[in-house]
């Protein structure tokens, strides 16, 4: 049989995204805001090559915990104690037995059979062509709809799923155009993320609805919620749930505010967790999490039951609502630590960055093809170990500076 055409460029074109964004990538370069090699003198506080001391406002760190005393000695006890840094050998054949006692640990934290994976992008690279070829919805392929803000860990595995079902991007949280889709189709499956990287939140109310209506099966990344929100850190996604069933798959990155490293998958069916571990290609490579990575997860693991976990979670959102009182973004009033000041020309981004970080406050200029083209806004992260003060000082001069250029974003 002589295999049939396709045409290129159905779920991405590089070519066009490189010409269009490296003109701005250069500019970020130039201004000094990005290519940044820094060390760390302190909580929140770095030092570039060029001599610059920052407050890092750009973080995914929600809590602090990438400092914290206790995930430092875990790691360094987990190496010391395991002899090595991790065994050079596919997971599914050989695996370390501190990896097998920390996933136990993590299925105990959160309440579901959990897997580890080096990222949350290797998980989703393993998972997601599985899950399209219909693996786990009794090998009938559901089809796969991306919602059109899903992060790009998700979304680039458009094209190797549709080489096994057909895929669909829909617009953004339109949960009318899910709903049709699921009274057309017997098997629909929905790729999101429950918080997104630019903002904004899933509208989990209606998705558990049209769950519960048509059996729509859900893939969510709760990787900015993760131990940020939620009793215990449990996020957004797990706590919606009394039990994960099988149709329903969550990813997570442990590196956000769990403060450790690596990916995070959790399933409500063991023959999934099973299926993965055999067939998930780059979620069980020779790669697995390194002893360092599982200590400083294991001390983490400890640090969800303390009191003084759930403090950062409130001095989280404290920051937060201090953040809100001093400067207007659409994010406001959202839980998570997340905020876009829009410049809508890259250009003007990129510039009130560089002077950001010429008076010590190092953040983001986010652009073509993160958001849309005339979309690009200033990308601001919160930290629960941020002072008071410094959110001040902050918030007041990017407030000047977006003055000077006409734009007002005091509340």
């Not at 997971?91 to 080096?118: H, K, M, P, V, W």
């Not at 560089?354 to 083209?373: D, I, K, N, R």
Request: overall charge neutral; charged content about 20%.
């Amino acid at each position: 049989m002589t295999p049939t055409a396709q045409s290129p460029h159905r779920f991405s074109n590089y070519r066009k995204v490189i010409a269009l964004a490296d003109p701005s990538w250069q500019g970020a370069e130039t201004g000094r805001i990005s290519g940044l090699d820094v060390e760390v003198k302190g909580p929140n506080t770095l030092v570039d090559q060029h001599g610059r001391t920052f407050h890092h406002f750009c973080t995914t760190s929600y809590l602090g915990l990438d400092y914290h005393p206790a995930l430092l000695d875990g790691a360094m006890t987990a190496l010391r104690e395991t002899g090595t840094l991790r065994i050079a050998n596919s997971r599914n054949r050989c695996q370390l037995a501190i990896l097998d006692q920390y996933e136990t640990r993590l299925s105990e934290l959160f309440g579901a059979s959990c897997l580890s994976a080096l990222s949350c992008s290797a998980a989703s690279a393993g998972i997601l062509p599985l899950l399209a070829s219909g693996a786990f919805t009794d090998d009938a392929a559901p089809v796969l709809v991306f919602d059109k803000h899903a992060h790009y860990s998700m979304n680039h595995q458009k094209a190797a799923c549709a080489d096994e079902t057909q895929v669909i991007t829909c617009p953004h949280n339109d949960m009318d155009f899910i709903e049709d889709l699921c009274k057309r189709q017997r098997n629909v499956a929905y790729v999101a993320d429950s918080a997104y990287s630019m903002g904004g939140l899933a509208d989990l109310d209606s998705l558990l609805y049209l769950k519960q209506r048509y059996g729509l099966f859900l893939y969510l990344d709760d990787s900015h919620a993760l131990s940020a929100v939620g009793e215990g850190g449990a996020g957004l996604v797990r706590p919606r749930w009394h039990a994960l069933d099988e149709r329903t798959l969550v990813v997570a990155s442990l590196a956000k505010s769990f403060g450790a490293s690596g990916g995070l998958v959790m399933f409500g069916n063991e023959r999934h967790k099973a299926l993965v571990k055999r067939y998930g290609g780059p979620s069980n490579w020779s790669q697995s999490l390194n002893a360092a990575a599982i200590g400083a997860g294991m001390a983490s693991i400890r640090l969800h039951g303390s009191r003084e976990f759930s403090a950062l979670q409130e001095r989280l959102q404290a920051n937060i609502r201090l953040f809100d009182s001093l400067v207007r973004t659409a994010q406001h009033g959202n839980p998570m630590a997340i905020r876009l000041v829009p410049c809508g020309e890259a250009a003007l981004a990129n510039r009130l960055v560089v002077e950001l970080a010429e008076l010590g406050y190092f953040t983001s200029a986010v652009f073509f093809p993160v958001v849309p083209q005339g979309k690009a806004a200033i990308r601001i992260t919160l930290r629960a170990d941020m002072a008071h003060e410094v959110i001040r000082r902050f918030c007041g001069l990017i407030t000047d500076l977006l003055l000077a250029h006409g734009r007002d974003i005091r509340p």
